[in-house]
């Protein structure tokens, strides 16, 4: 049988000039947030200027999966240009008010 659209890894990493880019993808649950504070720690360990969360694609959070975008914050603390967060209307602005309130 034959898939009709690959599944897509729950976090993507990429680089933008002095950036590293972690976007997540459909849900922030607390498997998916483990994955994103692993793939920050792997980012963060190899010194870039700044790490950028990308939380427009995703549809659907739990508290624990918010509460990892604080974790990536600690790690991110020594970081030249520090951590941002891209969101927009939605879940992913959601999420991350639930993360810091």
Same mark, same amino acid.
């Given at each position: 049988?034959? #898939? ?5 890894? #729950?976090?993507? =990493? &990429?680089?933008? $000039? /002095?950036? =590293? =880019?972690?976007?997540?993808? +459909?849900?922030?649950?607390?498997? %998916?947030?483990?994955?994103? %504070? +692993? ?7 190899? $010194? *870039? ?5 990308? !939380?427009?694609? @995703?549809?659907?959070?739990? #508290?624990?999966?918010?509460?990892? !975008? %604080?974790?990536?914050?600690? !790690?991110? $603390?020594? @970081?030249?240009?520090? @951590? ?5 209307? $939605? *879940?992913? &602005?959601? /999420? !991350? @008010?639930?993360?810091?309130?």
């Amino acid at each position: 049988m034959t #898939p009709v659209a690959a599944r897509r890894a #729950p976090v993507t =990493v &990429r680089t933008e $000039g /002095a950036a =590293v =880019v972690l976007e997540l993808s +459909d849900n922030l649950d607390d498997k %998916v947030g483990r994955a994103l %504070v +692993d793939a920050a720690a792997a980012a963060v360990a190899d $010194g *870039p200027e700044r790490l950028d969360i990308d !939380l427009r694609n @995703l549809r659907t959070w739990t #508290p624990d999966g918010a509460s990892a !975008l %604080v974790r990536c914050r600690e !790690l991110c $603390g020594d @970081l030249a240009d520090g @951590l941002h967060y891209r969101t927009g209307r $939605g *879940p992913g &602005r959601d /999420a !991350l @008010l639930s993360a810091y309130s």
